[in-house]
């Protein structure tokens, strides 16, 4: 899909680079460049700066193509923005501000080095101009577990069962009293195959005729959500 900037065009000199050329281009002034970091959750919009402020006159005489890793994202060049499929309908860009891309809807799958180009005409043709890399973390976080208490399987036992989704990467879930790991019942895990987040569920049994404090803890990376349930002996 293509869309016409307001600040006007310019008649076409070269088709588009090939992406391959984009990536022997990277690959060879990657060196020159600093890699800034984004991080961002699953769902929300993530902002990438070009780092390159020009006017709307120096514009004209520029071509902005931007990819990751191994994959062609948007291209500016001829007054006109290309937006590769991927990436339809949820990426625009800024040409005010940086020279910036936003990402809408954020997925796990744009995690990835983004790479900026821009060239500029000089003498007829286009020459390297600025690059510069910035790196997407999607992070896509559990929300706090919840334990529900699902009844009786036998006298004086009871059940209760442990659940999170919509997290990543792949979660460990823990049953603890007093600082001590405890047997779970049954515990299982799934993962959706187009989101790639993960669903973790696990059942406790445990004595009635006791005083009992419970923790439910899920490990993903390097975090950690939890709960807490109580239970009081009858008198």
Not at 31 to 59: H, P, R, W
Not at 82 to 106: F, G, H, M, Q, S
Not at 172 to 199: R, V
């Amino acid at each position: 899909m293509d869309h016409t900037l307001k600040w006007g065009t310019l008649p076409p000199k070269r088709p588009y680079l090939k992406p391959f050329q984009l990536l022997v281009l990277a690959g060879l002034f990657y060196f020159c460049s600093g890699v800034i970091q984004v991080t961002k959750t699953v769902k929300e919009a993530a902002m990438l700066s070009c780092d390159y402020n020009i006017s709307t006159e120096e514009l004209k005489r520029v071509r902005i193509y931007w990819q990751k890793d191994n994959e062609m994202v948007l291209a500016v060049m001829s007054g006109k923005v290309k937006v590769w499929p991927k990436y339809e309908n949820r990426t625009i860009t800024d040409v005010t501000n940086n020279l910036c891309i936003v990402i809408l809807a954020l997925r796990l799958s744009d995690n990835g080095t983004y790479t900026c180009v821009i060239q500029k005409a000089e003498k007829g043709s286009y020459k390297l101009e600025h690059l510069t890399s910035v790196k997407l973390m999607i992070r896509a976080d559990f929300p706090v577990p919840s334990i529900t208490d699902i009844g009786n399987p036998s006298p004086n036992i009871r059940r209760i069962i442990c659940s999170t989704s919509g997290g990543f990467p792949k979660p460990h879930l823990s049953w603890l009293e007093n600082g001590e790991e405890l047997n779970a019942t049954n515990t299982t895990l799934s993962q959706d195959p187009e989101t790639e987040l993960y669903t973790i569920s696990s059942e406790l049994d445990f004595n009635m005729t006791s005083n009992h404090s419970f923790a439910c803890l899920v490990k993903y990376g390097g975090l950690t959500v939890s709960q807490t349930f109580n239970w009081q002996k009858c008198k």
